[in-house]
């Protein structure tokens, strides 16, 4: 099964922009939908972004849109998260998940997650 390991997580100044790495290691890493999630304590987890195992479908929470971009590199086994405008509510733990087949923005849907990276955005 694949295996996910999160980095690029950091402290960074509103309006900043920091860039998530996923990388993955076993299992086929082009057959997986990848997904970004991120949560706050004691909030559920929440769809932030997610790309189709091709790269070639994309989609966005609201609260990101024009702000985030997602992307993917088959060819390093390594999926991107892009945020750029940051806000200080962007504040917390992100998550890459994976899945294979089609790509969905409902957290119990993956079944493979990495650790996680914090994000922090001060005002």
């Known amino acids: 099964q694949v295996q996910l390991v999160e980095s690029g997580g950091g402290l960074v100044q509103a309006g900043g922009s920091l860039r998530l790495s996923c990388a993955a290691s076993?299992?086929?890493?082009?057959?997986?939908?990848m997904g970004w999630f991120r949560q706050a304590p004691g909030k559920e987890r929440e769809f932030v972004s997610g790309i189709s195992w091709s790269g070639g479908s994309t989609n966005y929470a609201d609260s990101v849109k024009g702000r985030f971009t997602i992307s993917r590199d088959n060819a390093k086994n390594t999926v991107y998260l892009q945020m750029n405008s940051l806000k200080p509510e962007d504040t917390t733990v992100y998550y890459c998940?994976?899945?294979?087949?089609?790509?969905?923005?409902?957290?119990?849907?993956?079944?493979?997650w990495g650790q996680g990276t914090q994000v922090t955005v001060s005002s």
């Open positions: 998940a994976a899945r294979l087949g089609p790509g969905s923005a409902y957290a119990h849907e993956y079944p493979y």
């Open positions: 076993r299992g086929t890493f082009s057959s997986y939908a």
